[in-house]
């Protein structure tokens, strides 16, 4: 059996919570929002998949969280991917057993304490041990206090999955070291201006041709496609998983918006720049009115007909303080 001691603070999305575990066991001491910030960890999102259900998806958080938080504090990063869950499984025994805790990308279809009938891979859980015994891994998940369990075939099966945004395959990252960098104030300008950056600019490698739209563009075939959801065979389902996908299941409200906005008051003591220039602020004004959105869209799930006119409304709103607070923070010295 090999445990490790548990670092875990239970928190509001399980990536950022994930890096928030490693940088405290490495000795960092990060908060959640720093580190979700650190990661540049806003996004949006417009997919179009007619042959799937919902057949319309809005997702607010970056593709590359982990890859961003790594390196910009210096630390090389990759997912490790393996060709056979039985050869993940062996790999994530002999990491655990160099004594450092994992993290590990996920289906949550497959973890026991979930008892979800969703496929959701890209879910990100610690792991900080195992018995190979009884069969089970120990892990922690974002806001739950307790050390779970999960079973080894449970496991592997978690770990290979794929939706029409991720394809895992094992995903396991698990450095032996962290620290923390020496120029705070810069790294922490860079990530600020890196995420409004590709917000407005869009993704690299991302298009209307392959059914996903990124950045205020994404709000912007929202804006125009919206009112026609009333004529989506799911426009109920639609409504209902694009209020969960912003509000809840892990954003910690109001699409991230509001855990941002944590960061941007904890990244001004490093640079006061962001406090003069009103960005936490800015940034809670996002939020709450991406939660409105929320909540208008939950609504609408609700009733008998269809009718997305206050939506429409919303994501004008929406789009209108994306725009101006990552303008301004993209001026920024």
Known sequence: MTKIPVSHHPGRHCASTGLCNLADFHGIGWTESMCFGLGAGLGIWYVSFPGIS??????????????????????????????????????????????????????????????????????????????RDNKVFFVTDTEREAVLQVPFEKMQKARFSADGLLNIQGNLFAPQSLSKPESMPLIIIHAVKENSRVIIEGYDGISEANDIVGGLCA??????????????????????????????????????RLL??????????????????????????????????????????????????????????????????????????
């Open 54 to 131: 919902p057949s319309r998806m809005v997702h607010v958080r970056s593709l590359d969280i982990e890859a961003s938080f790594f390196n910009r504090i210096g630390q090389p990063f990759a997912w490790e991917q393996f060709k056979t869950p039985e050869e993940s499984e062996q790999v994530l025994c002999d990491k655990l057993d160099l004594g450092a805790p994992v993290i590990l990308q996920t289906d949550i279809y497959h973890l026991p304490y979930y008892d979800s009938n969703t496929h959701y891979p890209g879910h990100v859980i610690t792991v900080w041990g195992y018995d």
């Open 260 to 333: 941002y906005a944590d960061f941007l008051n904890g990244a001004a003591e490093y640079v006061p720049e962001i406090l003069s220039r009103g960005l936490p602020q800015q940034m809670r004004e996002v939020g709450l009115a991406w939660r409105e959105l929320a909540v208008v869209l939950k609504n609408i799930s609700e009733r008998s007909v269809p009718d997305f006119t206050e939506a429409y409304d919303g994501i004008q709103k929406v789009k209108h303080l994306e725009s101006a607070y990552h303008k301004n923070a993209l001026t920024m010295r």
């Open 219 to 256: 709000l912007e075939k929202w804006e125009m496609e919206i009112l026609n959801w009333k004529n989506l065979k799911d426009w109920r389902w639609a409504a209902r998983f694009t209020y969960q996908a912003t509000e809840k299941r892990g954003t910690g409200g109001g699409a991230f």
